[in-house]
C-alpha cells in the first residue's frame, strides 16, 4: 500500500489548510487512516484518525478546529485544519491501518506510512 499526501505549505495563525492523502496498491482492506506529526524535538504524535466504522479520534488540543474525513471509494483521507496555531506546525504524515492482496490471500495488518508533507504556521 503505498499513500501519497498533499496539501501542506505555509499558512498564518487562525487560517486554514486541508490535507489530503490517498492509498494506493494492491489494497485488500483499510480499517483505519489517518494523520500523524511531528515537530522539530518532539515525538510523532497522532492528530486524528478514522476508522473502518466512521469513528474519528482527535488530539485534545484540535479538536474543534480539525476535522478528519474519509472517501472510502476512493481510498482517501483528510484532514481540514482551521483556526490554525503556531504549535500546529510540524511534518504531517498519513498513515493507514491496512493489508494487501498477495497470491493466494492477503498480507498480515500492518501501518503504512506516506511521505510526509511540511505544515508552516506563521504567527
Known amino acids: 500500500v503505498q499513500l501519497q499526501a498533499s496539501g501542506g505549505g505555509l499558512v498564518q495563525a487562525g487560517g486554514s489548510l486541508r490535507l489530503s492523502c490517498a492509498a494506493s496498491g494492491q489494497i485488500s482492506g483499510i480499517n483505519v487512516m489517518g494523520w500523524y506529526r511531528q515537530a522539530p524535538g518532539k515525538q510523532r504524535e497522532l492528530v486524528a484518525r478514522v476508522t473502518s466504522d466512521s469513528g474519528a479520534n482527535y488530539l485534545d488540543s484540535v479538536r474543534g478546529r480539525f476535522t478528519v474525513s474519509r472517501d472510502y471509494a476512493k481510498n482517501m483521507v483528510y484532514l481540514q485544519m482551521n483556526k490554525m496555531e503556531p504549535e500546529d506546525a510540524g511534518v504531517y504524515y498519513c498513515?493507514?491501518?491496512?493489508?494487501?492482496?498477495?497470491?493466494?490471500?492477503?498480507?498480515?495488518?500492518?501501518?503504512?506510512w506516506g511521505q510526509g508533507t511540511q505544515v508552516t504556521v506563521s504567527s
Open positions: 498513515y493507514a491501518w491496512a493489508r494487501e492482496s498477495v497470491y493466494g490471500g492477503h498480507s498480515p495488518w500492518r501501518d503504512y
